[in-house]
């Protein structure tokens, strides 16, 4: 039973074009939700969050939006650079527990030069 | 500022073997997640502590895992006996309650092989 789900196994974009990486989930009870990139032979890094009273949040060349009735948020990059190339996960959680995060199963961005 | 440490980076060890894996969290962390990440499983969240105390462990695979967190800047993962299905990365996060985040910071993973 996968509460987050990353449909897309892998992307592929050129550079300077705008990455978009999408993601669902099922709990209605999620009210924060989370990106972290992760490069090989390293440990996943926290990149944004949002939290369910907001549809967008946005930091430098990275946002995320959340729709909440369809249950999806995405995560833009914009304009990609080589160096995005990464596996991207993301991972959702709700107030009542202790800080337990879900993960989707990763996407595995490549930004061609 | 230090991040999550964890030792050693790379184990290869003979099925039988006992195994273990260390953790020292980011200071003032309040909360430490043990996972293990698999090709075929992903990112999987195995056992997890709120002040040194175990809360939740329902993912820890078999009785052959174990963990502990003597004192907040410590924690060990422990599997004996070690079998080839656990041959996977592990890696250990934490995260500060009491200031209201939720973002949970990783540390770069032990990758484990057992043959």
């Known amino acids: 039973d996968q509460q987050v789900k990353q449909n897309s196994p892998s992307l592929s974009v050129q550079e300077g074009r705008i990455s978009i990486l999408n993601c669902d989930y099922t709990n209605s009870m999620f009210d924060y939700f989370l990106w972290y990139k992760k490069y090989p032979a390293e440990g996943p890094t926290f990149l944004i969050s949002i939290s369910s009273i907001k549809d967008k949040n946005e930091d430098g060349r990275f946002t995320v939006f959340l729709n909440k009735s369809a249950k999806h948020l995405s995560l833009h990059i914009v304009p990609s650079q080589p160096g995005d190339s990464a596996v991207y996960f993301c991972a959702a959680t709700d107030s009542g527990n202790t800080g337990k995060l879900i993960f989707g199963q990763g996407t595995t961005l490549q930004v061609k030069p | 500022d230090a991040g999550v440490i964890q030792s050693p980076r790379h184990e290869v060890t003979e099925m039988g073997q006992e195994v273990t894996l260390r953790c020292k969290p980011i200071s003032g962390h309040n909360s430490l997640f043990w996972y293990r990440q698999t090709m075929m499983r992903g990112l999987e969240l195995l056992i997890y502590?709120?002040?040194?105390?175990?809360?939740?462990d329902s993912g820890m695979p078999e009785d052959r895992f174990s963990a502990k967190m003597p004192n907040a800047s410590f924690s060990t993962l422990k599997i004996q006996p070690s079998e080839p299905r656990d041959s996977a990365v592990y890696f250990c996060a934490s995260s500060s309650r009491t200031s209201g985040r939720r973002e949970q910071y990783f540390g770069p993973g032990t990758r484990l092989t057992v043959t």
């Open positions: 502590f709120n002040n040194n105390v175990p809360i939740d």
